[in-house]
């Protein structure tokens, strides 16, 4: 299975840890449903599934900004924001914290790829890129390369080079 999702906006686009992606759409579906029922758009209940659909099924949905109206971007972005707030202060994410999320259908090892713990450093990265990433202002990764964000090393760079054709002589 592969590690890796891709976060596009527009013509612009990164790859994110799936185990990042998981941990903080899940924080940012909570921070949404925790603001008071009357507060909240009527469309959150979709954004919310969304969050978590994205959080649970990792690499393999794209996420694809652009199809988010203004409204409901500017909502993810604030919840994801908020999100890696939270778990910058609460000094990351463990296991035994990530085995008690009912979203959860398989263990916890399993849905953190066996980490006992997630730092928060590369989740309040990842929504950094995110924001930017949405605003246009993500900056470009060097040549020939692309960005991959969320990692337990934080961001670094992939080979932006199309795989080989195994078919190909």
């Not at 949905?61 to 999100?83: P, S, T």
């Not at 990692?151 to 080079?161: D, F, K, Q, Y």
């Amino acid at each position: 299975m592969s590690k890796t999702v891709p976060v596009i906006s527009g013509d612009a686009m990164f790859w994110a840890y799936d185990v990042a992606v998981g941990v903080l759409f899940i924080e940012a579906a909570r921070v949404g449903a925790e603001a008071p029922a009357d507060e909240r758009p009527a469309w959150w209940p979709e954004l919310e599934q969304d969050l978590r659909t994205h959080a649970v099924v990792g690499s393999s949905f794209a996420v694809l900004l652009d199809d988010f109206g203004e409204d409901r971007r500017q909502m993810f972005l604030h919840c994801v924001v908020e999100a890696a707030r939270r778990i910058e202060a609460r000094g990351g994410i463990d296991r035994a914290e990530v085995s008690t999320w009912p979203e959860l259908e398989e263990s916890a090892a399993s849905f953190l790829r066996g980490a006992e713990h997630i730092d928060a450093a590369p989740l309040v990265e990842l929504a950094a890129a995110l924001v930017d990433l949405a605003a246009g202002t993500l900056p470009p990764a060097p040549a020939g390369r692309t960005w991959y964000y969320g990692t337990p090393e934080g961001r670094i760079t992939l080979s932006a080079a199309p795989p080989e054709d195994p078919n190909k002589h």
